[in-house]
């Protein structure tokens, strides 16, 4: 009941009546919580993709430097030395817990503090409060596009990270006067929108080239990576001719510790530890996470919900030997980008062998209108129906299907849920879920 007047009164104020409602909630949880963030160096990521991986790469180099450090994010949630998946289905927490958080984070001596922030967190008055230090860039790809009302109201959305940067004071923490700080993706093509707002320092980092020369004029400094191999043990970078490894899978992961090599720049933290740092990176939940129960197929989970995540996967795995490809995925309700279920298709049909579309997170959606949507895309590519097609409504049994097709050699991806710990499904309700256990049960005949 409660779920169902809040969706009401969703369509029925003025947008004004709940950024106010919005606004009012966030004054009030920092005053519940004492402003915490003054108490630590806040390090703000926004971005389309590689938001949760950069997060948890940014603390691990900080921890790794000497430091105690917590973070948020889709993936997890870190006070010091305690850490635990996040279950709220939230990229960005909300206002109450968010603030709880950054106070348990300060009680437990954290200096540093990481949070990933979203775009819908942003406009929702998540950040209000939130005195952040550095502002991070990953890139910008259609996503959420309905819920923004356009493309560029998306990409303003994420400018006001940029914004509130520079109104917030500069804190004077741990011996240091720190001035604030941009990092900015100067490969994407709207790099120059997020380096136009003030900041002290401009950091920049770069993967091959930067979108325009001129930006590099607008930078303290950039990190431009001309040089990289990939391999099965991970990649190999240099940064002129100083040589970085890192033990996770893609070429996106090179672009994440880019961004993450840059912040630590900017922290002046400790060289030496911080390569060790990301050499030793653990394998990010439900990111390019192989599943190993001794079946002789590969199995995959990754989190991969949108086209340009598609698409990088799919490089991703030209390294992972395999024969045929057997793709488990479909694409989120709640009227969220609706416009992407038959391009998802389409991807997939072109590239796997075996397609499985199946349930993901509808809301209030009907899971199996999206699913009739997504298969269009894989059937304008040839898929047939019942042959190389699946459509599935139920995600358990899905995954069950794949497994059963699998034979030696072959590869199984399942994308679209990550780590996340559940399927949220109509009227607010949600069905406990963990992908990677899904697969393991499923390998194991459970």
């Known amino acids: 009941m409660i779920y169902k007047i809040k969706q009401l009164l969703k369509k029925i104020l003025p947008k004004w009546v709940m950024r106010l409602y919005h606004w009012k909630l966030a004054v009030l949880a920092n005053l519940l919580y004492g402003f915490p963030s003054e108490k630590m160096i806040i390090i703000g990521v926004t971005g389309t993709n590689g938001k949760s991986s950069t997060v948890e790469m940014i603390a691990r180099l900080i921890e790794a430097s000497g430091y105690k450090v917590g973070f948020t994010s889709t993936v997890k949630i870190k006070i010091a030395d305690k850490e635990f998946l996040n279950k709220s289905k939230m990229t960005m927490q909300g206002r109450f817990a968010l603030q709880k958080s950054l106070k348990q984070m300060v009680k437990a001596g954290c200096q540093y503090a990481v949070v990933e922030t979203s775009s819908q967190g942003l406009e929702q008055f998540r950040h209000l409060g939130i005195n952040y230090d550095v502002a991070v860039f ?148 439900g990111r390019m996470e192989l599943i190993n129960e001794g079946q002789n197929f590969t199995v995959l989970v990754d989190y991969a919900p949108d086209p340009a995540s598609f698409e990088q996967l799919y490089q991703a795995i030209k390294l992972l030997s395999h024969n045929r490809i057997i793709h488990v995925f479909g694409s989120c309700g709640g009227g969220r980008d609706v416009a992407r279920r038959p391009i998802l298709g389409r991807m997939a049909g072109e590239w796997a062998d075996y397609c499985i579309v199946t349930n993901e997170d509808p809301y209030d959606d009907d899971p199996q209108e999206i699913i009739d949507q997504v298969a269009a895309g894989c059937l304008e590519k040839g898929k ?45 309700t949600r069905e406990d879920w963990d992908e990677r256990e899904e697969a393991r049960k499923a390998l194991r005949g459970v």
């Open 138 to 285: 990953t890139n910008l790809t259609p996503e959420h596009i309905e819920a923004h009302g356009g493309f560029e109201n998306y990409k303003k959305a994420k400018g006001r990270l940029f914004e509130h940067l520079n109104n917030k004071n500069r804190k004077n923490l741990f011996g240091r006067l720190w001035e604030k700080c941009s990092v900015i993706n100067v490969a994407d093509e709207h790099a120059a929108y997020y380096l136009s707002f003030q900041a002290d320092k401009k950091y920049g980092f770069a993967l091959d080239k930067i979108y325009d020369a001129s930006l590099a004029e607008k930078l303290n400094r950039l990190l431009l990576c001309e040089r990289y191999e990939l391999s099965l043990q991970g990649a190999k970078f240099w940064l002129k001719d100083e040589e970085y490894q890192i033990p996770l899978l893609g070429k996106f992961n090179i672009k994440n510790a880019l961004c993450a090599l840059a912040v630590a720049k900017y922290l002046q933290l400790d060289e030496s530890k911080v390569k060790k740092a990301l050499a030793e990176l653990p394998i990010i939940p």
């Open 384 to 428: 047939i129906l019942n042959e190389n097609l699946f459509k599935i409504l139920n995600r358990r049994d899905a995954i069950k299907k794949a497994m059963s097709l699998a034979q030696a050699g072959d590869l199984v991806v399942m994308t679209g849920k990550g780590a996340e710990q559940a399927i949220m499904l109509a009227n607010g």
